[in-house]
């Protein structure tokens, strides 16, 4: 990890990490019924554990490309930090007003 170069910020790090992405673990199903409804929740749940599976299949393979091409982790980790940067505005994104489909109700 780039800015940890003690054993106290690499310990700071690896629980912050571990704390934060709990909550993503266990909210994920609620975003998923939130955004696509729970009629196809099983679905939806099951691709994103699918995606989630190849990435960490892939993901230590691509770092250790970048580890021979640029001989240091950093750039993986900046990659992967901003990856996950991209992803919660894109989350964001769809919260947004003008990005959510209109519904078609005809209460008149």
Not at 89 to 105: I, R, T
């Amino acid at each position: 990890m780039p800015f940890c170069k003690t054993y106290i910020a690499m310990a700071v790090s690896a629980f912050g990490y571990g704390f934060f992405i709990g909550g993503h673990v266990a909210l994920s199903p609620l975003v998923l019924v939130d955004l696509i409804g729970l009629d196809k929740l099983t679905t939806a749940y099951g691709i994103t554990v699918l995606l989630r599976g190849v990435s960490t299949i892939i993901g230590p393979p691509i770092a250790g490309k970048i580890y021979d091409t640029f001989g240091s982790y950093d750039v993986a980790f900046f990659i992967a930090g901003g990856l996950i940067v991209f992803a919660s505005f894109a989350f964001v994104l769809l919260e947004l007003e003008w990005f959510k489909p209109k519904s078609h109700n005809s209460k008149t």
